[in-house]
């Protein structure tokens, strides 16, 4: 079989979705080998799982043969390095799951290895139906925007389920739930009260809940300055610094950058309490598949464990961290609705 060309090759390799990689992608003639420079070592994108370990093949002196027909297996998959569809080797058809990994608790890097809460819940989940799991990491502000242009299957980045989101997106029975707040420093005197907050420069990450709570602050107690972020740890970096007052965040996120810093404190919290929960596209089944795992591992126990193993103690009685939901979780419209 002729490989295909180089342009031809490279215009079946989407770009992975990650904010801001620069996806140049060379093609080794020699035995169809594709890579990505960009990924192949700084990045953990499921997109390029493939390429690395073919380039492993050719750097480690293997056989032309052995290459060649990894790539035609691969090619023969018609598109199947992307899409949720059979696996090369074992049948399993591959979920793929965009979340932005730098969440405390819930979605975090150790070392090399993804752990959280959240992690473990949705990864567990996928399993039980039937699914190997492939996390594409990547900013928040992209994750839903993907998932409706079928770049993943599955969004799960500690998103609430709001009223908004459900008119246009599938999701799963709750498995968390929190509040956000706003945080300054501890040593900014000129901030004692959310009236305080006029005139200040207050952060949050575009596209969030975070984001529409410093909006509705921003019109009870402003005016002062929204400046949107791509990512939480740019937030903490500016505000500790000074270039910003607050900024708003999810309470368990709030809490362990108080706990590990010690700089900052609460200075006030949202009136809602959200659900959360794993998004999908319209009427797509996994959606079913997935909340009948997540029901069976809560009546087995294991997400209370995983809670308690995250969080140091035991999930909150008829949270959504334990409970089994009766009717499928509707969030409540606005009040203007």
């Not at 060379?26 to 799982?49: L, N, Q």
């Not at 609430?160 to 999701?171: G, K, L, N, P, W």
């Not at 900024?247 to 809602?272: C, K, N, Q, R, W």
């Not at 979780?329 to 203007?336: I, K, L």
């Amino acid at each position: 079989m002729q490989l295909p060309s180089v342009g031809s090759f490279v215009a079946m390799v989407p770009h992975c979705g990650k904010a801001n990689h620069n996806c140049d992608f060379f093609v080794d003639r020699a035995i169809g080998v594709y890579y990505s420079e960009a990924h192949t070592k700084t990045y953990r994108c499921s997109a390029h799982k493939e390429a690395v370990m073919l380039e492993m093949l050719r750097k480690s002196g293997r056989t032309k043969s052995v290459a060649v027909v990894v790539i035609v297996a691969m090619l023969l998959g018609g598109g199947m390095l992307f899409a949720r569809g059979e696996a090369e080797v074992d049948e399993t058809p591959v979920a793929r799951v965009a979340s932005n990994v730098q969440i405390p608790y819930r979605i975090f890097y150790e070392g090399e290895e993804i752990r959280g809460y959240e992690y473990e819940v949705y990864t567990e989940a996928l399993n039980r139906a039937g699914y190997e799991v492939e996390v594409i990491d990547l900013d928040f502000a992209g994750i839903i925007p993907g998932l409706q242009a079928e770049q993943w299957d599955v969004a799960a980045s500690n998103i609430f389920i709001t009223h908004e989101r459900a008119q246009s997106m599938d999701y799963s029975e709750p498995y968390f739930e929190s509040f956000d707040v706003i945080m300054i420093r501890n040593d900014d005197d000129s901030i004692n009260a959310l009236e305080d907050l006029e005139g200040k420069v207050v952060g949050t990450e575009v596209g969030t809940t975070q984001a529409a709570y410093a909006d509705e602050l921003e019109g009870r107690y402003g005016p002062f300055e929204i400046r949107g972020f791509d990512d939480v740890e740019t937030q903490i970096l500016d505000l500790e610094i000074g270039r910003i007052d607050a900024l708003t965040l999810g309470h368990p996120t709030a809490v362990e950058y108080i706990e590990d810093t010690g700089m900052f404190e609460i200075l006030g919290h949202s009136e809602d309490n959200f659900m959360i929960g794993a998004f999908f596209r319209q009427d797509d089944p996994l959606r079913d598949e997935f909340t009948q795992a997540l029901q069976e591992m809560k009546r087995e126990g294991v997400t209370g464990e995983l809670y308690e193993k995250y969080f140091g103690e035991p999930a909150p009685e008829g949270s959504a961290m334990i409970r089994v939901f009766d009717e499928p979780y509707v969030p409540d419209p606005p009040e203007d609705d």
